[in-house]
């Protein structure tokens, strides 16, 4: 069974920094491209950052400079490094990835950052 477990969310002010973490089992990790996604109150859930296979990665304008998505094969887990934290960055945030043309989403963590 393919399944993602993110953790690190919490409460922030605004400047400062939190590390999100995404756990994957039941998947060859390695071989997968991996996508953080984020959910405001309201609105709809929107692309955040993707690392492919070789470590190649995209951003979404706004968090471009701020945040960075890594990836550690060994320990099955993609992280995002969020830095310089808005407070329109306050959302729920997934990570998802396809798996045999199967949409796989975690459970979410609440990231909510102050002004």
């Known amino acids: 069974q393919v399944q993602l477990v993110e953790s690190g969310g919490g409460l922030v002010q605004a400047g400062g920094s939190l590390k999100l973490s995404c756990l994957a089992s039941?998947?060859?990790?390695?071989?997968?491209?991996m996508t953080w996604y984020r959910q405001a109150p309201g609105k709809s859930r929107d692309f955040v950052a993707s690392?492919?296979?070789?470590?190649?990665?995209h951003y979404e304008d706004s968090v471009k400079g701020r945040f960075t998505i890594s990836r550690d094969n060994a320990k099955n887990t993609v992280y995002l490094q969020m830095n310089n934290l808005k407070p329109e960055d306050t959302a729920v945030y997934y990570c998802?990835?396809?798996?045999?043309?199967?949409?796989?989403w975690g459970q979410g963590t609440q990231v909510t950052v102050s002004s």
């Open positions: 998802y990835t396809k798996h045999v043309r199967r949409d796989i």
């Open positions: 039941g998947i060859i990790f390695s071989t997968y491209t």
């Open positions: 690392i492919i296979v070789g470590g190649v990665t």
